[in-house]
């Protein structure tokens, strides 16, 4: 198993303080992790990122479908080096691609619950929601770490990884050069750290404490995540909710 993708190079500004725990849960039906893999330097992103965006006024945020943008670096050498872009994203993308026998990958890439989804974007609208229980994710962020518990409600359903991201909203780019050069870009939902453990399993829970940074380039927005049973399988169950309400 790899180690916690943690962007050390991301040092600006402090995460939002925390007078008492925060908790998000899930409902006991599957809520959709959908997954962008984008560029700021592919000129056929910005329509994918902007449909992202527009789903943050949807009433079932984080109730029915959980989204996060994980930005490629494989798009930096042509020309725009994107900020939000990290090896390890693009690693994600692959592990993906493996999996589905694929030895290409692209932009911009949606993935819902752990597999491509080619009929992502505007015209598509969203995955089709299933209604059986799999059972709650519980997320309670204290300062710098956020305890995860997955309670069951099919035996024999065991996960073995908890993925917790925190995510920057209302983010903007001026883009100099590249395929996007001379626009302003905007980003919701943006992967800014990402950290992954293994889940312990007693008394009927599956429980996690994953260790948060204190600062991140951009202050985070919201915060999702997701238990698997491993690297690049179909999440179980996901959750997220906003640091602070808007």
Request: proline share 8%.
């Amino acid at each position: 198993m790899k180690a916690p993708a943690i962007l050390a190079s991301l040092v600006i500004s402090a995460m939002p303080s925390l007078a008492e725990p925060l908790t998000f849960e899930s409902a006991e039906t599957p809520a959709t992790l959908i997954e962008l893999f984008t560029s700021e330097g592919c000129s056929s992103c910005p329509p994918a990122d902007a449909w992202v965006s527009t789903l943050k006024t949807s009433p079932d945020l984080w109730k029915k479908f959980v989204p996060v943008v994980f930005h490629v670096d494989y798009w930096d050498r042509l020309g725009w080096p994107d900020r939000f872009a990290s090896a390890a994203n693009t690693e994600r993308q692959r592990r993906y691609a493996a999996a589905w026998g694929s030895n290409s990958v692209y932009t911009p890439g949606f993935v819902a619950n752990g597999r491509e989804w080619r009929g992502g974007g505007p015209r598509a609208g969203l995955p089709a929601a299933s209604s059986a229980k799999v059972g709650r994710l519980t997320i309670t962020l204290r300062e710098n770490a956020a305890d995860v518990s997955f309670t069951p409600s099919v035996a024999g359903t065991r996960p073995v990884l908890a993925e917790v991201a925190l995510l920057g909203s209302e983010l903007t780019s001026d883009v100099k050069r590249g395929e996007n050069s001379g626009h302003k870009l905007r980003h919701d939902f943006t992967v800014l750290q990402i950290a992954s453990v293994p889940l312990r399993f007693a008394d009927g829970q599956f429980t996690a404490t994953v260790p948060l940074p204190a600062k991140t380039a951009e202050r985070p927005a919201a915060l999702a995540a997701w238990v698997t049973s491993g690297e690049s399988q179909p999440p179980v169950q996901a959750a997220g909710g906003w640091l602070k309400a808007r």
